[in-house]
């Protein structure tokens, strides 16, 4: 039941994305170890306009914004090396009214070359707004209709200088962060009013003749912190197109993809994504370019996965809890699982480009596991201390600590055939000594006998089985596991007679006719524990050998203090001698059964 709520609270989780900052969390350790392992395109080129930029153009060009001269120039001077594409990511949005010449010199240039691309940016702005003051979508160049295109539609755009914009070579360079403030995608397009915006590095993939994914957005496969492609300052590279004699490469743009943006941080263009903090959106700009170029993609696993595993961990937690398998092995193993998971689910990224979700399974294993594990603990201590209790009246308690480690129960110990030892001790002698005491002497004189001999028999691990009136009956050979119960019933009743002779000086002239007789005798018969489960139950053993041992018992009078059956004596024939006593017949027993007797040499 348990496991049942605890599965419909992780597919809650996994709609709401309750746990998607765990997620994201090793998704990001993910991407940082797979940024290691490929790197940037030496292909795409970085024109920063970085720090140092900004101050060494100051003396000759003003402070940021400069003129657009600056950038008509620094076309003319890339144009010259024969790029596969120069991408800006800078808006040129306004027109500089200062300097007119200069933005159409800037807008001439460009326009003039085929493979210069400009961004644009989509405001967020409501419907109402975007239908009084947006630009016509069906004026878009760039822009395709859909099948349910509204031809009036209008968006709040951001556009480049009307001449740039009228080349149709603009993308937009919109990101959107996750819930947790990171950029893990970039759009393939926006979408408005049924019309379809590509992005910038569509765009360029497009007319590059790069494959282009048919998705709204792709998660971007990233090739390590800032500054992993190729970087070189905008300042160095336009001064040098300015010498007459450049000192850099005259072929350094050649072939490649040059995309001009900054990384000033007073440019405000720093986003934090898996990479770091302040990664700039140049370089998120070029890494999906090339993500275009060289056909990274990086998917996520079917959307039945995530359920799917979290059942079945759930499922192999809750049997194991139902067969009564210790927390602890469970607990081994479900943090064995969660480093599989976890190295599966990099591997799944590092080598087949899939997005493993493996912390909400394992997030909702442990949630599950640990209420379990101490429910299961209580119960199994207070099972514990339960069979301790239970086991502790007719048990060694050393015995009992063994059981108890290896996890009996009165259930699991109940119902057996064994075969198994029973020894019936009776005090002989007893009723004219019992004439001269009063009743609690008679008790106190019993109790204290058998403790001295219940002692013996817990000494030889031997289990008591019940007191009858002033009789004693205990068995070898269950509950545990005693191939030698035989023998130890021998010694056991050996240390019992001696235990006799003690107790008969202790008593004095009044123990002169304190004796005692010990029957035994092994065979089959069926253990376990009987009587009332509600009132009270014994562990006890029951049949034809339990009746042979009393009846053996009551033979030993004129005979023997201690006599066995031939069972007992074939198998401690090498323990001590015996003495036959030939065939005695037994009283309510059909036949004659052998008798015998132990003799020990005096030690």
Same mark, same amino acid.
């Given at each position: ?11 809650? @989780? ?12 090793? /998704?990001?350790?993910? /991407? ?20 140092? =930029? ?23 001077? /890339? ?29 001439? $240039? ?34 395709? @209709? ?32 996750? $819930? ?58 336009? #001064? %040098? ?20 943006? #900054? ?14 903090? %302040?990664? &700039? ?20 696993? &079917? ?15 809750? $049997? ?19 480093? #599989? ?15 493993? &979700? !493996? ?28 069979? #301790? ?31 198994? $030892? ?10 004219? /000594? ?22 013996? !028999?817990?000494?030889?691990?031997? =289990? ?9 009956? @205990? ?69 034809? =050998? ?5 009846? !053996? ?39 004659? !059964? ?10």
């Amino acid at each position: 039941m348990l496991a049942a709520i605890v599965w419909l609270a992780a597919l809650a @989780a996994a709609h709401w994305n309750a746990v998607s900052r765990l997620e994201n969390l090793y /998704l990001d350790w993910n /991407l940082r170890s797979l940024a290691l392992r490929l790197p940037a395109d030496p292909g795409i080129v970085m024109i920063d306009i970085d720090e140092p =930029t900004l101050e060494a153009m100051v003396p000759e060009y003003g402070r940021y914004p400069w003129t657009r001269a600056v950038y008509g120039q620094l076309l003319e001077g /890339l144009a010259r090396q024969q790029p596969a594409a120069i991408v800006f990511d800078i808006l040129f949005i306004d027109p500089q009214r200062e300097h007119m010449a200069d933005d159409l010199y800037f807008v001439r $240039t460009a326009v003039a070359l085929p493979n210069v691309y400009f961004p644009m940016v989509r405001l967020s702005a409501p419907p109402q707004a975007e239908r009084g003051n947006g630009y016509p979508l069906k004026n878009l160049k760039n822009a395709t @209709a859909g099948p349910k295109a509204d031809t009036e539609a209008r968006a709040a755009l951001l556009l480049p200088l009307q001449g740039l914009a009228e080349t149709g070579r603009l993308g937009t360079i919109n990101v959107f962060a996750d $819930t947790d403030g990171v950029v893990r995608r970039y759009p393939m397009q926006l979408n408005a009013y049924g019309w379809h915006i590509p992005s910038l590095p569509v765009r360029v993939a497009r007319d590059l003749g790069y494959a282009v994914p048919e998705t709204e957005s792709l998660m971007i496969t990233w090739h390590g912190p800032p500054k992993s492609y190729a970087t070189v300052s905008f300042f160095d590279v336009f #001064t %040098d197109f300015e010498r007459k004699n450049p000192q850099r490469p005259t072929d350094e743009f050649r072939g490649k993809i040059v995309i001009i943006g #900054t990384t000033a941080s007073g440019l405000h263009d720093l986003k934090v994504t898996p990479m770091g903090a %302040d990664f &700039p959106g140049t370089e998120i700009l070029a890494t999906m370019i090339g993500n275009l170029k060289n056909g990274e993609r990086l998917r996520n696993a &079917p959307s039945w996965f995530m359920p799917a595993l979290t059942a079945f961990v759930l499922l192999a937690l809750a $049997t194991a809890f139902t067969r009564g398998v210790s927390p602890l092995p469970q607990g081994i193993g479900l943090l064995l699982l969660t480093l #599989t998971l976890v190295v599966g689910g990099w591997a799944g990224l590092a080598f087949g480009r899939t997005v493993i &979700p !493996i912390v909400s399974p394992l997030l909702f294993a442990w949630i599950f596991f640990v209420p379990s594990a101490v429910r299961a603990h209580w119960l199994e201590r207070r099972d514990r201390q339960r069979v #301790t209790q239970l086991f502790s009246r007719f048990l060694d308690p050393r015995v009992v600590a063994g059981l108890v480690e290896k996890g009996e129960t009165d259930a699991s110990l109940s119902g057996q055939k064994r075969e198994i $030892t029973v020894l019936f001790s009776d005090i002989q002698g007893f009723t004219s /000594l019992s004439e001269r005491k009063s009743a609690p002497e008679i008790v106190d004189l019993l109790n204290r006998y058998f403790s001295l001999q219940v002692e013996v !028999i817990f000494r030889h691990q031997g =289990t008591l089985d019940k007191y009858i009136g002033d009789a004693i009956m @205990a068995f070898w050979g269950a509950p545990t596991d005693q191939p030698d119960h035989a023998r130890r019933a021998l010694e056991c009743a050996r240390e019992m007679e001696q235990t006799l002779l003690r107790f008969r000086q202790e008593l004095g002239p009044e123990g002169e006719n304190f004796n005692i007789g010990i029957g035994l005798h092994t065979g089959e018969a069926v253990v376990g524990f009987i009587g009332s489960p509600i009132h009270r139950q014994d562990y006890t053993v029951i049949g034809d =050998t339990v009746n042979t041992a009393s009846r !053996i018992e009551g033979a030993t009078r004129g005979r023997s203090r201690i006599l066995v059956s031939a069972t007992v004596r074939d198998a401690c024939h090498a323990q001590c001698a015996f003495t036959d006593h030939g065939l005695v017949t037994l009283k309510g027993k059909e036949g004659k !059964i052998h008798l015998y007797e132990p003799t020990w040499e005096a030690s």
